[in-house]
């Protein structure tokens, strides 16, 4: 038992510095996408090769983002929030990216709030990696619906279903596992991300998809964190 003790401490100092490192790639990062793309408006030709350079820059982006989701700055801080309020933001942050893709983003909610005790940055990366995976599910378009039912006592739950190419089911064991990708430039993290951040709220997620038809994910939430 000690030596498992000893081997989680060991842990944790890894987790932290990786954490570490993916903070301060952040600034400097945000400085060569910053600089790309105002090159690309100064620079009349190889702006396929910007482009190039922009889809990579955004692929670091999203590994660092969804790795510090994973680092605990300090003890977890739960308080209470409105759900309604944190999955308006996070359509609010995806908007632009749903409307380049021809995807709308339908919300409804049972209640006109749902506070629950949480981490509220924590969640808000669990929905935008949710409904991201949503509007990449679609190339040629479609609808998002984000159902949040607060009618449960002890429960939230967040239902996300998309319109879009589906999960062949023997692929369904692999999702959550770190760097699964079935995407050309995936990461394979934002669900692993989405199973620890839930796991560490007492919730679960629960997910199926029907090939050709759809996927739907439900993230349930203990009220009580
Ligand atoms: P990434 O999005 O970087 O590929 P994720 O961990 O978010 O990594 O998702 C892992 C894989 O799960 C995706 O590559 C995709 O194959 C599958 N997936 C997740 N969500 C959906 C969805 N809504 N529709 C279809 N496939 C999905
Ligand atoms: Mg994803």
């Known amino acids: 038992e000690e030596e498992a003790l000893i081997q989680s401490e060991k842990l944790s100092v890894v987790g932290q510095m990786a954490a570490g490192i993916a903070h301060e790639i952040r600034n400097p990062l945000t400085s060569l996408i910053g600089f790309s793309k105002f090159l690309k408006t100064k620079i009349n030709s190889y702006h396929e090769y910007f482009d190039i350079m922009l889809v990579e820059l955004d692929r670091i982006n999203s590994i660092v983002q969804e790795f510090m989701a994973l680092a605990k700055p300090q003890a977890n801080q739960f308080r209470r929030h409105d759900l309604v309020k944190t999955i308006q933001s996070v359509l609010t942050l995806l908007e632009t990216q749903a409307v380049i893709n021809n995807v709308q983003l339908v919300a409804s909610y049972d209640a006109e709030s749902a506070v629950l005790l949480c981490e509220e940055n924590q969640l808000k990366q669990v929905f935008v990696n949710v409904v991201k995976n949503a509007i990449e599910a679609m190339p040629k378009g479609g609808t998002?619906?984000?159902?949040?039912?607060?009618?449960?006592?002890?429960?939230?739950?967040?239902?996300?279903?998309?319109?879009?190419?589906?999960?062949p089911e023997e692929l369904l064991p692999f999702l959550g596992g770190p760097f699964f990708t079935t995407k050309e430039s995936g990461t394979g993290l934002g669900l692993m991300v989405c199973y620890r951040i839930i796991e560490g709220h007492r919730g679960k997620i629960d997910l199926s998809s029907y090939p050709g038809i759809g996927t739907t994910v439900v993230i349930s939430l203990p009220k009580n964190g």
């Open 144 to 167: 998002t619906r984000i159902k949040l039912d607060s009618s449960d006592p002890d429960t939230i739950s967040v239902a996300i279903t998309d319109q879009g190419i589906g999960i």
